[in-house]
Nanobody, 120 residues
Framework: QVRLVESGGGLVQAGESLRLSCTGSGNILGINNPAWYRQAPGKQREFVAAILHDGSTKYADSLKGRFTIYTDSAKSTVYLQMNALKPEDTGIYSC??????????????WGQGTQVTVSS
């Protein structure tokens, strides 16, 4: 079954770091246009970071300098390194990406989400 599988969430204190992982699994050749989103309790889902088609990165303005998105293409995995976490970073983090099938056709997938909780 082709899907995105996330890991790395948890409970941390303010100021600490976490690294989230999102791996494409199943019969795939690779991952493209990966991005991270998050949804805080009682709020709408918002954009966090993405790697664009040309390889450049894009971040939500409020997160620049603290979060870093990068990939390991050999592992079909996208990471989100989160430093200096704040209580307002609490939420469910979900990855979104295209996954190439055996014919290099890409379909868009969402991961199941991983909970990040930052205590003050």
């Amino acid at each position: 079954q082709v899907r995105l599988v996330e890991s790395g969430g948890g409970l941390v204190q303010a100021g600490e770091s976490l690294r989230l992982s999102c791996t494409g699994s199943g019969n795939i050749l690779g991952i493209n246009n990966p991005a991270w989103y998050r949804q805080a309790p009682g709020k709408q889902r918002e954009f966090v970071a993405a790697i664009l088609h040309d390889g450049s990165t894009k971040y939500a303005d409020s997160l620049k300098g603290r979060f870093t998105i990068y990939t390991d293409s050999a592992k079909s995995t996208v990471y989100l390194q989160m430093n200096a976490l704040k209580p307002e970073d609490t939420g469910i983090y979900s990855c979104n990406a295209g996954l190439y099938d055996s014919n290099w056709h890409s379909l868009n997938y969402w991961g199941q989400g991983t909970q990040v909780t930052v205590s003050s």
